[in-house]
């Protein structure tokens, strides 16, 4: 049985990052994995994403300057597409990186780039977000 703030949290999560691949990660999960995505869902996803403080679109891209900066590079793939689903721009996401490369280190910023270039592309060809 899971909280109202699960519910919540699993309304979100599929909202910004497509049920797909929302779906993929939870049937992914294993005996040992499970508790980390029903938290992740639950606390990240019912409790921070769904603050009235901040649209879902500046949750973006803090959340894309913050993977940028800790070298989360697959996490950071999935929250491209969901900072495209919410609303930011292709230019958006790139000033986001330079501002990385810049207080994060280049070689942070240039890994962002690589990891969202593909998400991008797909976007831009109208296959994807």
Not at 38 to 67: C, H, M, N, Y
Request: proline share 2%; net charge negative.
């Amino acid at each position: 049985m899971h909280s109202e703030r699960y519910e919540k949290g699993l309304q979100t999560r599929r909202e910004v990052l497509g049920s797909e691949y929302v779906d993929k990660s939870l049937a992914g999960a294993d005996a040992f994995t499970m508790e980390i995505q029903d938290f992740a869902t639950e606390q990240a996803w019912g409790v921070v994403w769904t603050r009235p403080g901040l649209e879902r679109k500046t949750r973006s891209l803090v959340t894309l300057a913050i993977l940028a900066s800790t070298n989360k590079y697959t996490e950071l793939k999935a929250h491209t597409r969901g900072a495209l689903r919410n609303g930011c721009s292709v230019q958006e996401i790139k000033e986001v990186f330079l501002q990385c490369a810049v207080y994060a280190g280049m070689p942070s910023g240039m890994e962002a780039f690589r990891a969202a270039q593909p998400v991008i592309a797909e976007f831009e060809d109208g296959a994807g977000a």
